[in-house]
């Protein structure tokens, strides 16, 4: 289980709140990409959190759950395939996590995100760590809830577009996805700005 070891140092500097933020859906060829920020209580006890990837669908089910329980606030944002082809994944992802921080109910005291230049516009003190999702709990519980979230949004997709089985991949580049592109041709939710459904729109 994650510690909260990183919220706790700053609260003893008297950052009381601390936000983690995290994003899910920066690779997949369909969908949008998701972001969250979560505020959680510093005796907050999640067993088992850890970093979305590592965990298995039904565990990130249970955790995302247990985070809406206990979170002091969480704030969400999805942002749509025809932004990211508008403005390119990387600044797609910024505006993610922005929103997302903007999102939440309460105001925190710091922000802490995963990745390496993931920093935000705020005039907040805020801190990008490299592999945060694997090291701080709030950041885990946020890669948490971004995962559940576009999951569940790829799940509504395949019931509009059954024929490439979204509830399956999630939009991932996978041989059967590429396969069914292939077959198919892509569908209104593909990003055109990505290979290889940029050859084929």
């Known amino acids: 289980m994650l510690s909260l070891s990183y919220e706790k140092k700053l ?30 209580p510093l005796d907050c006890r999640l067993p088992g959190l850890n970093d979305s990837k590592k965990l298995a ?7 995302f759950i247990k985070i809406r329980e206990k979170a002091i606030s969480i ?7 025809k932004i990211i082809d508008k403005l390119g994944i990387g600044k797609a992802n910024k505006l993610a996590m922005q929103k997302a921080f903007q999102n939440l109910m309460i105001c925190p005291d710091y922000i802490l995100l995963d990745g390496k230049y993931s920093k935000i516009k705020t005039s907040l003190p805020q801190k990008a760590i490299t592999g945060g999702d694997r090291k701080v709990a709030s ?9 559940v979230t576009r999951d569940r949004i790829m799940v509504k997709y395949h019931q509009k577009y059954p024929r490439y089985k979204f509830d399956q991949h999630k939009g991932y580049g996978t041989e059967k996805h590429f396969e069914l592109l292939r ?13 290889p459904v940029s050859e084929m729109a």
């Open 11 to 40: 609260s003893r500097s008297g950052y009381a709140l601390v936000a983690g933020v995290d994003e899910a859906g920066r690779g997949p060829l369909a969908g949008p990409i998701v972001a969250a920020a979560v505020i959680l």
């Open 139 to 147: 950041i885990a519980a946020a890669s948490i809830v971004a995962k």
């Open 183 to 195: 077959e198919l041709g892509p569908c209104a939710i593909h990003r055109r700005s990505f290979y």
């Open 57 to 63: 669908p039904k565990t990130r089910e249970k955790l």
């Open 75 to 81: 704030g969400l944002a999805v942002i749509s395939h």
